[in-house]
């Protein structure tokens, strides 16, 4: 019968449930976890599970120095050309949709308007998002995620840890990054296969970053006395800067600063 194709399986409303109790169980832990003994922000570092973090640490690191590094840096242009340009620009654009989302989840709705304009500019002129034009239109749009969103809604940032692949993060971002993952908009309304193109352009475009970024991840991970460290405050200045909880001084320094950005 028509009715009975067109009501949901249930195959697929239980892994859906699932994901979301799972998401708000990540949440609650993140408000448990990051209101446990964490100093303010104008702390330096709270850090209290260094020995694990410098562990996985460790992971990331060998695995930039047997892999990704040589990856990046002989086979991907050097994250400068037009084709890493190209990737990163359509994998940019497919976050869009769950930046508006966010936008709107912190009463942000001009930046939420700003940012689907970006996307539907992009999206239709610049054929999938493989190129810019709202850019050059003036309408740049601005980067965000759930663990921003956690930030608004007055969650701090908890303790210090670094994350197997993704690197430097705090117990709110990761709960982020997880959030933004699960419920990111295109990948619920996508069918697979076609869903794995978009995975695969952000993992390109990552590769693509680590190429650009050479000269200061190389810095960072192998000129430094103690890499960990240096990655650790580096991060935590960064994250703060952007969420407008330091105010930039003569001292700070944003290492992920795109030096071929607009």
């Known amino acids: 019968?028509?009715?009975?194709?067109?009501?949901?399986?249930?195959?697929?409303?239980?892994?859906?449930?699932t994901t979301a109790l799972v998401v708000a169980g990540l949440i609650g832990l993140s408000l448990a976890v990051s209101g446990c003994a964490a100093p303010s922000v104008t702390?330096?570092?709270?850090?209290?599970?260094?020995?694990?973090?410098?562990?996985?640490h460790a992971l990331n690191k060998g695995f930039d120095t047997a892999i990704l590094r040589p990856v990046a840096t002989t086979l991907i242009d050097d994250g400068k050309g037009p084709v890493t340009k190209g990737i990163a620009n359509f994998a940019d654009n497919l976050e869009?949709?769950?930046?508006?989302v966010?936008?709107?989840?912190?009463?942000?709705?001009?930046?939420?308007?700003?940012?689907?304009?970006r996307f539907a500019i992009n999206t239709v002129v610049g054929v999938g998002g493989v190129f810019d034009p709202a850019t050059l239109a003036g309408v740049t749009g601005k980067k965000t995620d759930f663990g921003e969103t956690l930030h608004v809604w007055g969650v701090g940032e908890g303790p210090y840890v670094e994350l197997p692949g993704f690197g430097p993060s705090n117990?709110?971002?990761a709960v982020g990054t997880?959030?933004?993952?699960?419920?990111?908009?295109?990948?619920?309304?996508v069918p697979s296969?076609?869903?794995?193109?978009?995975?695969?352009?952000?993992?390109l475009s990552k590769i693509?970053?680590?190429?650009?970024?050479?000269?200061?991840?190389?810095?960072?991970l192998y000129d430094s006395a103690d890499s960990y460290a240096q990655a650790r405050i580096l991060y935590l200045q960064n994250r703060r800067y952007d969420l407008g909880q330091t105010t930039a001084d003569a001292d700070f320094v944003d290492p992920y600063e795109d030096p071929y950005g607009q």
């Open 178 to 189: 997880v959030v933004d993952f699960a419920f990111d908009p295109l990948q619920l309304v």
């Open 1 to 17: 019968m028509i009715l009975d194709d067109a009501a949901p399986k249930a195959d697929t409303i239980a892994p859906r449930r």
């Open 208 to 220: 693509g970053d680590r190429g650009r970024y050479s000269e200061t991840v190389d810095s960072i």
């Open 193 to 203: 296969p076609e869903r794995y193109v978009g995975t695969m352009a952000k993992v």
């Open 102 to 117: 966010n936008n709107v989840l912190q009463f942000r709705l001009g930046k939420a308007v700003e940012n689907t304009l």
């Open 171 to 173: 117990a709110r971002d």
């Open 96 to 100: 869009l949709p769950g930046r508006v």
């Open 43 to 56: 702390s330096e570092v709270y850090d209290p599970f260094e020995p694990a973090n410098r562990s996985v």
